[in-house]
């Protein structure tokens, strides 16, 4: 408490958390009321214009990238508004609008035509890829704004199609159908994410708000528009132009701290490069929203060279290979866990099988195992990475790889493997040394994502519902395993330990590591092994300013 003999004591101060009001309480000198004084730093058309348009505490009971996002969408949504005005015209004339000839039973068939298309689109678009849409939210709502800006180019075209205006008005009717359910269900992915203190229902009423007040603003814009300069096809495409920027910019401001696969394959490639947990934000702006899953530039592919698929069968691969030896092998390496990964070596493919009561937190581990175990097998087929490659001196994992490369009992012999394929799969004891691995590392990446803000709770990873069933299966106890409020390493203790476990797992069943002389020397020019012998291994990286280096903590 502050006292003054001219201004009196000040008793209590409050102030309103999501502006600037502030309130004192206040005992004058010589007087026993208190008189409350009130504090504005802001007119009050800004409290009411906030009030109407933005969550109530905000900024505090939104995620940080809420402003960025909403400023960008707002921009797209005014752009949208104009340039679907400008179609709606074409529409109206298609149909019939102002033309003599046409009748109203002729422009209701059309009108029924295009909306039965419609909803048979929007069915069979939520039955094809309503599961994709919560983990490529913003691929998709990307996609989303660009169908609608082909849709309302082939309405503005329709002059064009005097002969054809129905089947054209179906086609479009079927794309805004998919944008429909596209730009929705991402919406509310969006909205989910921005209210972080379950106000969902308020946050997407204020975006409901927003959307309004600028639809109205963009409708007499572009009533001017008409009135001015007519049906304008430059205006037409300049706004095209700008709702795709925006989209995209909008997009991009989005920070998602749950993993996807595309964010879950960069944080462990930069996880096993430079020896780093990069941040949300980092991998987000780095996230591949566009060309993303697209023929032979599969993510999984590029960086860990197998196709990962979680939470499928094994009856494909008995099919190809029904030795019931290979199954009871894996069945034992994979007891102790809560799913067992089956490789297909031929087709490149590797199958994540989830067992009954694999938790999200087991889904996570299953898949740092499979990229593990890919890259690996990767290695001992002589099959170059970009995760091989790194500046100065060779990574704890890429000398993992090279002395696995060369060690004979890495390897067994890949049933139908064909010219130009792998022609080796991993042996019994190569997935037993690849589990000791896992089971060291996954706790310390687990609590590196925590710590660098990832929510691990849930994650948007495409699984299948195929599981084991009646598995007997226990939690293997390792005293490597961190508490959750449990610092990671000392100073100067390095986060990633496959250099450590070189020489504490690699000598299997009493077996030296026999290394083939020159093993490395034909491969790509750009890679880093060297000889084990030569190799120095940095205990960290330089790490960028957006990326904590937890060797540093």
Known sequence: MSKSSNEGEILLKEKYVSSCKERLYIKPPEQQNIVILEERRFSDIIKWFTQIF????????????????????TAQAFCSTISGILATQEVLRGVGVGDTNATPLAATITWVLKDGCGHIGR????????????????????????????????EIALPMFRNYTTFALCVSTVMKAIVGVAGGATRVAMTQHHAIRGNMADVSAKDSAQETA???????????????????????IMMIILHITFNYFAVRAVCLKTLNEPRFLQVIETYLKKEVMATPCEINQN????????????????IAGFQIKLGGSVKSFLERNPNAAC?????????????????????RQLLVVL?????????????????????????????????????????????????????????AAADGAAAGR?????????????????????????????QTGWDLNKHLLMVDEWRICNANATVEPSSNKLHLNEEIGEPGKRLIAFDDLVGEYMDIDSRELAMKPNAFESLPSGMVFRRQSDAKVLNATEAKPDVIDLDKQ
């Not at 996954?442 to 590196?448: C, D, E, L, N, T």
Request: glycine letters at 4%.
């Open 54 to 73: 933005l969550p109530q505490g905000y900024p505090e009971s939104v995620s940080k990238d809420y402003l960025p996002y909403q400023v960008w969408d």
């Open 287 to 302: 996230e591949p929203i566009i060309f993303y899953q697209l023929g032979p530039n599969l993510l999984d592919l590029k």
């Open 422 to 450: 792998f022609s080796y799969g991993p042996s019994a004891e190569l997935a037993r040394y690849v589990d000791k691995l896992v089971n060291k590392e996954w706790h310390r990446m687990r609590a590196g994502m925590r």
């Open 123 to 154: 069915i069979l678009f939520a039955f094809s890829h309503g599961t994709y849409l919560d983990a490529y939210s913003k691929k998709w709502r990307l996609y989303a704004d660009t169908l609608n800006d082909a849709a309302m180019c082939i």
């Open 327 to 347: 199954l009871k092998v894996l069945s034992e390496i994979y007891e102790r866990r809560q799913y067992m990964l089956v490789p297909d070596v031929a087709s």
């Open 214 to 236: 600028v639809n109205l603003i963009a409708s007499l814009t572009a009533l001017l528009i008409i009135t001015l300069f007519g049906n304008s096809i430059i205006i037409f």
């Open 355 to 411: 067992k009954d009561a694999a938790a999200p937190d087991d889904v996570l581990c299953a898949y740092f195992h499979a990229v593990l175990l890919s890259i690996v097998m990767c290695a001992i087929n002589d099959h170059y990475l970009p995760i091989y490659q790194s500046t100065g001196y060779p990574r704890p994992f890429a000398l993992v790889c090279q002395a696995l490369q060369a060690a004979e009992w890495s390897r």
